[in-house]
Structure formats: structure tokens, C-alpha cells
């Protein structure tokens, strides 16, 4: 079984620049989770897809992130403008169905902003 | 509120010794535990996990945690660390949230002196 994909591995952008993240979850796995995890600390959820619908989202920046699961498989976080406090990396998680709590997590993608 | 301590920060350790990571949440009822440990670079990998039953669980990589009731931790062991294991690890908890969300510990990392 594929474990999941995240693309890019790394960024570097300047601020006020924009970036997508792509992630592909678990085959199968109707929840995915957007986490960010700033160095030294636990990841903090951005947001969570049940299927190709958002069940949480209160913790995104709005103003500035988005996120979208069209068709309920792979994903893209998008941030625009960027701001140096986004650096961080962004994790990519899924699990089998919304009452699961057992998450797979991809390799993640470290974003530095400049 | 629903909560996860892990008291220590870092951990420093030598190769062949024994280790404890220790773990405690805030939740009145029997709450489902996870660790996950991460690697320099990588995502969170899952070495186990308690729903129910016996509360000695074992994992993967040689790793196991035990479920006390009574004082609110499930506390990670290993009888004799490897370099490989120096790492960063979480504690996580499912607590019963609407969203079936895991609530993190903000992580311990674990130094291997040689």
C-alpha cells in the first residue's frame, strides 16, 4: 500500500510570493488533514476533508490560505501572500473514514519564506 | 479542556540504555492514545497505538507504552535505544471531539549519546 505523497519536498519563497502544496492520500481514505508544524513544536491543524467536503476549518487563515479536495482524493493547500511567519512545515494526513483517529502522514513540506 | 503534557523537552540518552518518554492528558474518559515519532526531515510515523484491552501495547521498532488510568499517562518505553532512534516523538490523543480529532503533545526530542 502507497503511503502519502506530498509535493514539493522543499520551498523557499520570498514574502508576498504565492505557493500551492499537493498532497495524494492513502487509497481509500475518505479524511485528509492539513497540519502546519513550526520547529520545535506539535503539528496544529489547518483543516480536515471528509470526502471532498471541509468538516474543520477554523483554524486556517483564511485571509491568506486556501485549500481545496475537488474530487474527495488528493489536495492542494495554497497561501497567498506568503508571510515569514508561514514558514513551517506542512503536513499531509489520512485516514481510513472521519472516525478513525488513526492518521497516516506523508514526508511533509518544509517552507521557508524569505 | 482536553489536553496532552509531555513534560520533558529533550531527553538525552546513551546508546544501549533504556528509555522512558512520558505522556499525560486531561480527559475524563478513556481517551484513544497514539505515539508517533519523527525523523529528522520526515513525517510522523505511527509506532502505536491504545483503544482497549490490554494496557501494555506493543509497537513497532521495539518500542512499547503502557495505559495508566489511574494517572492519566501512557508513558513510551524501549529496554535499550539505538542511535537510529534519536528522533523526535508525540504523544496524541483522541478525546472524544466532534470532529474526531487528535489533540498533540508539544513533543520530546530524543538525543543518543554514543
Known amino acids: 500500500e502507497a503511503g502519502v505523497a506530498q509535493s514539493p519536498r522543499y520551498k523557499i519563497i520570498e514574502k508576498r510570493q504565492s505557493v500551492a502544496f499537493w498532497c495524494n492520500p492513502i487509497?481509500?481514505?475518505?479524511?485528509l488533514y492539513w497540519y502546519q508544524q513550526i520547529l520545535g513544536q506539535g503539528p496544529k491543524l489547518l483543516i480536515q476533508?471528509?470526502?471532498?467536503?471541509?468538516?474543520?476549518d477554523s483554524q486556517l487563515p483564511k485571509d491568506r490560505f486556501s485549500a481545496e479536495r475537488l474530487k474527495g482524493v488528493d489536495s492542494t493547500l495554497k497561501i497567498q501572500p506568503a508571510k515569514l511567519e508561514d514558514s513551517a512545515v506542512y503536513l499531509c494526513?489520512?485516514?481510513?473514514?472521519?472516525?478513525?483517529?488513526?492518521?497516516?502522514f506523508g514526508p511533509g513540506t518544509r517552507l521557508t519564506v524569505t | 479542556a482536553q489536553s496532552v503534557t509531555q513534560p520533558d523537552i529533550h531527553i538525552t540518552v546513551s546508546e544501549g540504555a533504556s528509555l522512558e518518554l512520558r505522556c499525560n492528558y486531561s480527559y475524563g474518559a478513556t481517551p484513544y492514545l497514539f505515539w508517533y515519532v519523527q525523523s529528522p526531515g520526515q513525517g510522523l510515523q505511527l509506532l502505536l497505538k491504545?483503544?482497549?484491552?490490554d494496557t501494555l501495547v506493543q509497537g513497532i521498532k521495539g518500542f512499547e507504552a503502557e495505559f495508566k488510568r489511574s494517572q492519566s499517562s501512557f508513558n513510551l518505553r524501549k529496554p535499550s535505544v539505538h542511535w537510529s532512534d534519536a528522533a523526535e516523538y508525540f504523544c496524541?490523543?483522541?478525546?472524544?471531539?466532534?470532529?474526531?480529532?487528535?489533540?498533540w503533545g508539544a513533543g520530546t526530542k530524543l538525543i543518543i549519546k554514543p
Open positions: 494526513a489520512s485516514s481510513r473514514r472521519l472516525d478513525s483517529y488513526e492518521q497516516y
Open positions: 496524541a490523543v483522541g478525546a472524544g471531539r466532534s470532529n474526531y480529532q487528535l489533540i
Open positions: 491504545y483503544f482497549s484491552g
Open positions: 487509497s481509500g481514505h475518505a479524511t
Open positions: 476533508f471528509q470526502n471532498n467536503g471541509v468538516v474543520d
